[in-house]
């Protein structure tokens, strides 16, 4: 059973479109993030949210919205895609701050 | 600000090679500090981590050991394996809430 689950898992747009990326954790986690990980590995956290709210956004073009329906789930809605933004996406969730991350599988999104 | 800085990459080695991997931290206070490994095409796994000086993590052969006095958290095995390539990363949870410092991972290449 996955602990944290993130679709899809590749996606290849053109620039302009909008999409989403969805990302649902069952481990009882309050508090959810977004990673963006580029070519060269580097990872950057996007946002971060708590028990629904949103405690991080770390200068990211508001082209990205986040969305959290509920504690378990936290998705990823990109308007007007980017070259730039081409790079994998990863999810994450922790019990609370200071706690070990889990990681989704990520989503390589490639914008041609 | 919170800071980690690990050696750079690709690191590549013999099978039954030992292996490190430097990490040192910049923090205020004494947070956890974590070791996450990334195989090819896959999310991040935590690989072992450490919540005080003087505590060693394990896990795989793996093992760091959490250092005050000199900010460090190296990891190290004295025996990889070819399924040990991967990409690893040293991490540190800041002051903000749910943000992961990571370091810029370190690819490590193991050869038959």
């Known amino acids: 059973d996955t602990a944290v689950s993130q679709t899809p898992k590749y996606l290849v747009t053109q620039m302009g479109n909008d999409k989403s990326i969805k990302c649902e954790q069952n481990l009882g986690h309050d508090t959810m993030y977004w990673y963006k990980q580029d070519s060269k590995k580097f990872l950057k956290i996007m946002f971060s949210?708590?028990?629904?709210?949103?405690?991080i956004n770390e200068t990211v073009p508001n082209r990205f919205s986040p969305k959290s329906p509920d504690k378990a789930h936290l998705n990823l809605h990109i308007n007007s895609l980017e070259l730039g933004d081409s790079a994998v996406y990863f999810c994450?969730?922790?019990?609370?701050?200071?706690?070990?991350?889990?990681f989704g599988q990520g989503t390589r999104l490639t914008v041609v | 600000g919170d800071s980690v800085t690990q050696m750079e990459g690709p690191v590549t080695l013999s099978e039954e090679a030992f292996l490190t991997i430097n990490c040192t931290y910049t923090?205020?206070?004494?947070?956890?500090l974590f070791w996450y490994v990334q195989y090819p095409g896959e999310g991040l796994q935590l690989l072992l981590k450490?919540?005080?000086?003087?505590d060693k993590g394990s896990n795989k052969g793996f093992e760091a050991t959490y250092r005050k006095e000199t900010t460090s958290f190296h990891l190290e095995k004295g025996s990889v394996q070819v399924s040990d390539s991967a990409v690893y990363f040293c991490?540190?949870?800041?002051?903000?809430?749910?943000?992961?410092?990571f370091g810029a991972g370190t690819q490590v290449v193991v050869t038959p």
């Open positions: 991490a540190l949870p800041t002051d903000s809430w749910g943000k992961f410092q």
């Open positions: 450490a919540t005080k000086a003087d």
């Open positions: 923090a205020t206070g004494y947070p956890s």
């Open positions: 994450a969730s922790s019990l609370k701050q200071g706690n070990e991350a889990f």
């Open positions: 949210y708590n028990n629904k709210e949103l405690i």
